[in-house]
């Protein structure tokens, strides 16, 4: 009887060993498998960026310019090459705005003619300043932060938009109600 | 032949397997059951192991980056001596898996068969149904395109609107800020180990607990099943008018696999693989990205709902479908089995199996969508420009170049976001009509800004003239007489 439970105490004492070491390894596989959210957005990929010369951007007109993603890797390819719309409102005044609907992420497309912004998966349309036209979108066009140095734009970048991103929350273009009047 | 008895007597003298195996085969199933209704299950095996198969074979060409994914493709299709067929059976390999999956899931429904004692099949059923949709997604993402990067970012989308994890969760499964190198990489190590792992341990439960509990038997209108009696019911059922699996039911099995995996390569070699489509160079944005065949459904309801009930039900949807459906066996896991005494079961596959099938096809023509080159590429009928004056025909250009046919179609000619405008002058006045172009509304875009006066009144010009021989356009009957226009 005493032999037995001194079998049970070393199967406890296996277990728990067993346990421990599952510990002690589980940290560092969770710590890696959370890596990209803790891979901080300061130090990594949440930077300003350069766009070109203001040059490219005419007053009053919406053209598409690229950047590559900061913290891009070299097995990422063209899909770190990411587009964005800029709008050069009066010469002084710039927008830029995220490819992505705030729908569910397709590229929109800035129709010059009508001066629309359309998404073609599900028939989005954004006005030329970037808030909600009409279809399924609930808000306006995701918008970079800008800033102009040397006659340079840059945006802060680094981050898919997506709605439920607060960092693209953070210069909302929305109308509420009705749509602007002629 | 004493050989190979003498080595088949060596091996299971070590292995032990020759009597479980003889016993799995001899196992008696009920005499009705050995019947064509009952070939799904094997069949979704058959072409699982048909998928084990050639993605093993496609991961000896395909590069899991997303610099090179593409282009390891093309290689497949053009490069490899019948690379092309190989993805072309993956592919419809797939397509095929996912139907009998579904059909297999309708006819266990109908026959009663997640009832008790076989409750915990049906739920590791319903697990295999999520792992199979899973490997129809992640797959459609290794297929690096156009629509495979696109489509990402709509799973970013919908994963981003979850409240407060949100977010945190589009990182994870991205594996970084954007769609890019690790994304493919984590979908790759989705797709070829862990989700197939996954699937083929519940699925060797699955099949464990068909063998343990016996195969349902055929139901009968007003046979009830009752926990108090139901397994000695069915133990009396196989053991007195039972028949072995081998032959009796296998042989339908292996006759249905056998026509499925030529369906199969039949539709490989005839219809080829899937795409891929364009490069996945996000800079390409003339592109409309379209989901694979069984995702259209979704596709089409994310179009069709209104804006504000749209995150709602993404989020609540499928967790009420999912409990739905695990609590079923548990609602429901005595009575009656035979769908001829359950018309709400039957009402309930033809109701989900039209919506599907409706939305699917709505899908596969994109009403929703506008027609992004129908402002430059679309004629417009030329029985809505002969006889008209310049002014109208003035209208006729502007109503093409603001892009007003990319959702108005003239004559079935151009987009379907909006409604045909062939009629539209019985409908709205004059007066209506400026202001609809000017303030837009009813989900249409206000053209104020965009416009100035002198082409909105060629536009309403010719807008006016949209209307059938036979019927008037539309007057403003609060003017008098004279003063309509």
Same mark, same amino acid.
């Given at each position: 009887?005493?032999?037995?439970?001194?079998?049970?105490?070393?199967?406890?004492?296996?277990?728990?060993?067993?346990?421990?070491?599952?510990?002690?390894?589980?940290?560092?596989?969770?710590?890696?498998?959370?890596? %990209?959210?803790?891979?901080?957005?300061?130090?990594?990929?949440?930077?300003?960026?350069?766009?070109?010369?203001?040059?490219?951007?005419?007053?009053?007109?919406?053209?598409?310019?690229?950047?590559?993603?900061?913290?891009?890797?070299?097995?990422?390819?063209?899909?770190?090459?990411? %587009?964005?719309?800029? =709008?050069?409102? &009066?010469?002084?005044? +710039?927008?830029?705005?995220?490819?992505?609907?705030?729908?569910?992420?397709?590229?929109?497309?800035?129709?010059?003619?009508?001066?629309?912004?359309?998404?073609?998966?599900?028939?989005?349309?954004?006005?030329? &300043?970037?808030?909600?036209?009409?279809?399924?979108?609930?808000?306006?066009?995701?918008?970079?932060?800008?800033?102009?140095?040397?006659?340079?734009?840059?945006?802060?970048?680094?981050?898919?938009?997506?709605?439920?991103?607060?960092?693209?929350?953070?210069?909302?273009?929305?109308? *509420?109600?009705?749509?602007?009047?002629? | 032949?004493?050989?190979?008895?003498?080595?088949?007597?060596?091996?299971?003298?070590? !292995? /032990?397997?020759?009597?479980?195996?003889?016993?799995?085969? &001899?196992?008696?199933?009920?005499?009705?059951?050995?019947?064509?209704?009952?070939?799904?299950?094997?069949?979704?095996?058959?072409?699982?192991? !048909?998928?084990?198969?050639?993605?093993?074979?496609?991961?000896?060409?395909?590069?899991?980056?997303?610099?090179?994914?593409?282009?390891?493709?093309?290689?497949?299709?053009?490069?490899?001596?019948?690379?092309?067929?190989?993805?072309?059976?993956?592919?419809?390999?797939?397509?095929?898996?996912?139907?009998?999956?579904? @059909?297999?899931?309708?006819?266990?429904?109908?026959?009663?068969?997640?009832?008790?004692?076989?409750?915990?099949?049906?739920?590791?059923?319903?697990?295999?149904?999520?792992?199979?949709?899973?490997?129809?997604?992640?797959?459609?993402?290794?297929?690096?395109?156009?629509?495979?990067?696109?489509?990402?970012?709509?799973?970013?989308?919908?994963?981003?609107?979850? %409240?407060?994890?949100?977010?945190?969760?589009?990182?994870?499964?991205?594996?970084?800020? @954007?769609?890019?190198?690790?994304?493919?990489?984590?979908?790759?190590?989705?797709?070829?180990?862990?989700?197939?792992?996954?699937?083929?341990?519940?699925?060797?439960?699955?099949?464990?607990?068909?063998?343990?509990?016996?195969?349902?038997?055929?139901?009968?209108?007003?046979?009830?099943? =009752?926990?108090? #009696?139901?397994?000695? *019911?069915?133990?009396?059922?196989?053991?007195?008018?039972?028949?072995?699996?081998?032959?009796?039911?296998?042989?339908?099995?292996?006759?249905?696999?056998?026509?499925?995996?030529?369906?199969?390569?039949?539709?490989? +070699?005839?219809?080829? %693989?899937?795409?891929?489509?364009?490069?996945?160079?996000?800079?390409?944005?003339?592109?409309?990205?379209?989901? #694979?065949?069984?995702?259209?459904?979704?596709?089409?309801?994310?179009?069709?709902?209104?804006?504000? !009930?749209?995150?709602?039900?993404?989020?609540?949807?499928?967790?009420?479908?999912?409990?739905?459906?695990?609590?079923?066996? +548990?609602?429901?896991?005595?009575?009656?089995?035979?769908?001829?005494?359950?018309?709400?079961?039957? !009402?309930?596959?033809?109701?989900?199996?039209?919506?599907?099938?409706?939305?699917?096809?709505?899908?596969?023509?994109?009403?929703?969508?506008?027609?992004? #080159?129908?402002?430059?590429?679309?004629?417009?009928?030329?029985?809505?420009?002969?006889?008209?004056?310049?002014?109208?025909?003035?209208?006729?250009?502007?109503?093409?170049?603001?892009?007003?046919?990319?959702?108005?179609?003239?004559?079935?000619?151009?987009?379907?976001?909006?409604?045909?405008?062939?009629?539209?002058?019985? =409908?709205?006045?004059?007066?209506?009509?400026?202001?609809?172009?000017? /303030?837009?509304?009813?989900?249409?875009?206000?053209?104020? *800004?965009?416009?100035?006066?002198?082409?909105?009144?060629?536009?309403?010009?010719?807008?006016?003239?949209?209307?059938?021989?036979?019927?008037?356009?539309?007057?403003?009957?609060?003017?008098?007489?004279?003063?309509? =226009?």
């Amino acid at each position: 009887m005493s032999d037995l439970s001194r079998r049970q105490m070393f199967l406890k004492l296996g277990a728990a060993f067993n346990g421990a070491v599952g510990v002690l390894l589980g940290i560092p596989i969770v710590g890696y498998l959370l890596s %990209p959210l803790t891979r901080g957005r300061n130090g990594g990929y949440d930077r300003w960026i350069s766009l070109g010369s203001t040059d490219q951007f005419p007053a009053g007109q919406t053209r598409l310019a690229t950047y590559r993603n900061p913290g891009a890797s070299p097995t990422d390819g063209e899909t770190a090459e990411i %587009p964005c719309w800029v =709008r050069n409102i &009066d010469g002084n005044n +710039f927008q830029v705005f995220a490819i992505n609907c705030a729908h569910l992420g397709c590229p929109v497309r800035w129709c010059p003619q009508s001066h629309l912004f359309m998404c073609p998966c599900h028939g989005g349309a954004y006005y030329e &300043d970037g808030s909600r036209a009409s279809g399924p979108p609930e808000r306006g066009l995701f918008e970079y932060a800008f800033k102009i140095v040397d006659g340079t734009v840059h945006i802060k970048a680094g981050e898919l938009s997506t709605p439920g991103l607060s960092a693209a929350n953070r210069s909302l273009v929305q109308i *509420k109600g009705q749509p602007p009047c002629a | 032949m004493r050989l190979i008895r003498t080595v088949g007597k060596w091996v299971d003298q070590r !292995l /032990q397997l020759g009597a479980p195996m003889r016993e799995t085969m &001899d196992h008696p199933i009920p005499r009705e059951t050995a019947s064509w209704a009952y070939v799904f299950g094997s069949a979704a095996m058959s072409a699982f192991a !048909l998928q084990l198969v050639t993605g093993i074979l496609l991961a000896l060409i395909y590069v899991p980056s997303a610099s090179e994914a593409w282009n390891s493709l093309q290689i497949l299709n053009h490069d490899v001596s019948l690379g092309w067929f190989i993805r072309g059976l993956h592919g419809w390999g797939s397509n095929f898996m996912l139907a009998i999956v579904l @059909i297999h899931m309708a006819q266990v429904f109908l026959f009663g068969a997640y009832k008790f004692p076989r409750e915990l099949t049906w739920i590791f059923g319903i697990f295999l149904l999520l792992l199979t949709l899973g490997m129809a997604f992640t797959g459609q993402v290794l297929r690096f395109d156009q629509d495979a990067y696109w489509g990402l970012g709509i799973g970013a989308s919908i994963s981003s609107r979850i %409240p407060l994890v949100g977010p945190a969760l589009v990182k994870l499964l991205l594996g970084g800020p @954007i769609i890019a190198g690790a994304t493919l990489s984590r979908f790759f190590a989705f797709h070829v180990f862990v989700i197939p792992g996954l699937l083929i341990a519940f699925m060797g439960l699955h099949v464990l607990m068909v063998l343990k509990l016996g195969i349902n038997e055929w139901p009968m209108p007003g046979r009830l099943v =009752r926990r108090s #009696d139901y397994m000695e *019911k069915y133990h009396e059922m196989t053991h007195t008018q039972g028949v072995p699996f081998v032959p009796y039911g296998v042989w339908k099995d292996a006759v249905f696999s056998a026509v499925i995996l030529l369906a199969i390569a039949g539709c490989a +070699f005839y219809f080829g %693989p899937f795409g891929p489509s364009g490069q996945p160079d996000p800079r390409v944005i003339q592109t409309a990205p379209r989901p #694979d065949y069984f995702f259209l459904w979704l596709y089409a309801v994310l179009s069709l709902l209104p804006p504000q !009930l749209e995150t709602p039900a993404l989020l609540i949807g499928p967790a009420i479908a999912l409990i739905v459906l695990l609590a079923l066996p +548990f609602v429901s896991g005595e009575g009656e089995k035979s769908w001829k005494r359950r018309p709400i079961a039957v !009402l309930m596959i033809l109701l989900v199996a039209v919506g599907l099938g409706t939305f699917t096809n709505m899908a596969d023509h994109a009403p929703w969508s506008p027609v992004m #080159d129908a402002s430059t590429g679309a004629a417009i009928p030329s029985k809505f420009l002969s006889g008209r004056t310049p002014l109208q025909i003035q209208g006729a250009l502007v109503f093409a170049s603001k892009q007003c046919h990319n959702c108005h179609a003239l004559g079935d000619i151009g987009g379907q976001r909006g409604p045909a405008l062939d009629a539209v002058a019985v =409908r709205l006045t004059s007066d209506q009509l400026v202001r609809q172009v000017l /303030q837009g509304g009813g989900n249409m875009p206000a053209y104020g *800004k965009n416009l100035n006066p002198a082409e909105t009144t060629a536009l309403v010009a010719f807008i006016e003239t949209l209307h059938p021989a036979s019927q008037r356009a539309a007057k403003d009957a609060s003017l008098p007489l004279g003063a309509r =226009r």
